[in-house]
């Protein structure tokens, strides 16, 4: 299967107009890492040579507020939300995931 990249955007007024980047970026990367945003940061933090190759590579992001769609126990994409602090970036995509029966995203 090839992968698709599809996108809802939502801005709310006063929020800067990059967060939008920011989202689509964290939904990505949630969805080709197959782990939250978070998971990901962690995990190539744990290294000064996988902090070296994240620099390199566009689009994936290790703020939080992506996390894996997870459906049936497969990983069928990614939620991204920005424009607050990380951990409120978190809560939203988490009650986005709720309101489609689709869990936590973890």
Not at 16 to 43: I, N, P
Not at 58 to 85: A, C, D, F, K, Y
Request: with cysteine; glycine share 12%.
């Amino acid at each position: 299967m090839k992968p698709v990249l599809r996108s809802a955007p939502a801005r709310m007024d006063g929020v800067a107009a990059q967060t939008l980047d920011f989202a689509v970026d964290k939904a990505f990367t949630a969805a080709t890492m197959r782990r939250s945003t978070l998971d990901f940061c962690v995990r190539m933090n744990s290294t000064d040579e996988r902090r070296a190759g994240l620099a390199n590579r566009h689009r994936l992001i290790t703020w939080e507020g992506g996390l894996p769609i997870v459906h049936n126990g497969t990983i069928v994409g990614g939620v991204g939300v920005s424009g607050v602090q990380g951990h409120e970036d978190v809560e939203c995509a988490q009650a986005a995931l709720h309101s489609l029966g689709l869990g936590n995203g973890t």
